[in-house]
DNA sequence: ATTTATGCAAATCGTTTGCAAACCT
DNA sequence: AGGTTTGCAAACGATTTGCATAAAT
């Protein structure tokens, strides 16, 4: 039941992704969602984007997909757990894979000028001096704290001047 | 260590708050930009308030301000390095003041529930730690960082169940 | 057969903008 | 006077929603 990507150049399927899909519908099943068409074909784009999506990217990226179904879906993803929202400066909000189905860490590089966002990371020990941090804050402040998010803002090597 | 006193909405101008108005009003001048009695009013309101606020908060707490100046002002005054804007996962955005004008570098509690934002700080080593792969990180992707943002997203005590 | 998802168009709502009057300097 | 800022109302635009049809179980 597998579907080629209809994009352009080299958007190969990888072999992980079965399992990737494998996990979605776990989530989805749990929350008393089908994984429909569309929504694996979100999956699918976000798993090949180098970095999260606007939903205009998605709509430029997927012919068959509308515009009020992949906002509606990204939602019932997001609950799921299945995607993470980011959340920049810009009037956009961007979507990724959410970070324990990757189980790829990282942070957000964001260009003040033109939106763009990279990915990083950072190494493990500083990680963890921070979660320690974070959970001292949390302990104190009476919140309970899901995630972090830590970003950097500023210009991107073409909006520099 | 500026000592910020005001809690009520009187309209009472506290002795500290004078070196905030004349570092704004440099900022503003340097924009070309004038120092009018709204745009001191917003300076006013950010600098008493606990956390950043929301343009509806700013017209609760002052009768004489209109939503659609608030809004110019709070990006002339953005554009000129006096106000911060802070970005949640909510649908409003939110203002503080601009962290070199307080000297209080901090970082941000939200809650996904409520949309409340509480401030909390980190030991400075762990900022320092932290800075210095930042410039790592900048370095290698041709990025030049202009400022971090690191949040925490969780529930606050009201929110939690 | 019944529930859930989709597509289209219309509505929503935070934010932006046009324009004439009020305000500096 | 000459340029800015303000207030009001209208416009904007990303996102949400109502509703009838299509798809899934």
Redesign the pocket.
Known sequence: MRRMAANTASAHVIGGTEDLHAAAAVRLTRD????????RALVELLAAAPHPL???EVLERHE??????V???L??LEAAGVVDRVVTDD???RFELAEDLTGHHHHHLICAGCGTVKDFSVPSELESAMDEVFRDVAHQSGFSVGHHRMDLIGWCANCQQ
């Open positions: 008393h969602q089908r994984y429909t068409s569309g929504r606007t939903v205009v068959g997909l509308t515009q009020s179904s906002y509606r879906n939602t019932i009037e956009f909000t």
